[in-house]
């Protein structure tokens, strides 16, 4: 059974750190591409980091870039999300999803577009005083 598992979130005060795991089971991260996506209350799911597990290379989206670090464990088929300085307006559901890594599309595409055939179910994530 395919299946994307997330789990780290917590709620924490601004100015915290979290580490953020995406573990997957009946299927090999190596050739995928691993997104992390976050969906805010009342907000559309936007992308935050993706990664070409193969070769490691990482994508940051804005929001993203400078504070949070994508990283993998092919020995565990897990990818981690280390999110640094967290603040109220991180405060979401974080959601991991993956697909097999197409090169043509470049990472840009995949950490843009929530296009993916699987889903973990999310873990939540509250930045607060």
């Known amino acids: 059974q395919v299946q994307l598992v997330e789990s780290g979130g917590e709620m924490v005060q601004p100015g915290e750190s979290l580490r953020l795991s995406c573990a997957a089971s009946g299927f090999t991260l190596n050739s995928s591409v691993i997104a992390w996506f976050r969906q805010a209350p009342g907000k559309k799911r936007e992308g935050v980091s993706c990664m070409s597990v193969g070769d490691g290379s990482p994508y940051y989206l804005d929001s993203a870039r400078g504070r949070f670090y994508i990283s993998g464990d092919n020995a565990k088929n897990t990818v981690y999300l280390q999110m640094n300085n967290l603040s109220p307006e991180d405060t979401a559901v974080y959601y991991c999803?993956?697909?097999?890594?197409?090169?043509?599309?470049?990472?840009?595409?995949?950490?843009?577009?929530?296009?993916?055939?699987?889903w973990g179910r999310g873990t939540l994530v509250i930045v607060s005083a």
């Open positions: 999803a993956s697909d097999p890594f197409v090169p043509d599309y470049g990472l840009e595409y995949y950490c843009k577009n929530p296009q993916y055939t699987q």
